[in-house]
């Protein structure tokens, strides 16, 4: 499977793991996006999770509303932006992860990183694969 440019749904506890820890996938992760290896998708509303989540554990995490705000722009500038047209809900265990199955749909993206996969079976139906951070680094090695 070839890296460069592969398409993915990045969970939000998949950020929030890559910016509390520089050991382990989901930093590779960040680090792979940095570099062009890994193209994400978003949407507004995974942006505003993303923000929410970030800015609820900005202590935990060392970061000022500054440094958030520059975290979120460059994950803008990084990535493909996706208007979704149609939703799917509900359809998953957890209804606060449908909004990831309408992104991976109305984008075509096959894989959602995630630490949580098994909140997301029933998305293999729409021929999308959730993955966790280490698996994905390691088929892609």
């Known amino acids: 499977m070839p890296l460069k440019g592969k398409r993915i749904i990045l969970d939000t506890n998949v950020l929030y793991a890559g910016l509390y820890s520089s050991k382990g996938a989901s930093f590779r992760i960040l680090q792979a996006i940095e570099?062009?290896?890994?193209?994400?998708?978003?949407?507004?509303?995974?942006l505003f999770e993303y923000e929410d989540i970030?800015?609820?554990?900005?202590?935990?995490l060392s970061?000022?509303?500054?440094?958030?705000e520059e975290i979120l722009d460059y994950l803008c500038m990084k990535s493909e932006h996706q208007k979704i047209?149609?939703?799917w809900r509900p359809h998953l265990p957890d209804p606060k992860d449908d909004h990831l199955l309408e992104l991976a749909?109305?984008?075509g993206t096959k894989l959602i990183v995630t630490h949580n996969t098994?909140?997301?079976e029933g998305t293999k139906e729409f021929g999308i694969r959730p993955i966790t951070p280490k698996k994905l680094m390691e088929d892609i090695l």
């Open 63 to 68: 970061l000022s509303n500054h440094e958030i």
């Open 54 to 60: 970030l800015k609820r554990n900005q202590k935990v």
């Open 118 to 120: 098994k909140d997301f």
């Open 105 to 107: 749909i109305a984008s």
């Open 35 to 46: 570099a062009g290896k890994l193209k994400i998708v978003i949407s507004p509303t995974l």
């Open 85 to 87: 047209y149609f939703l």
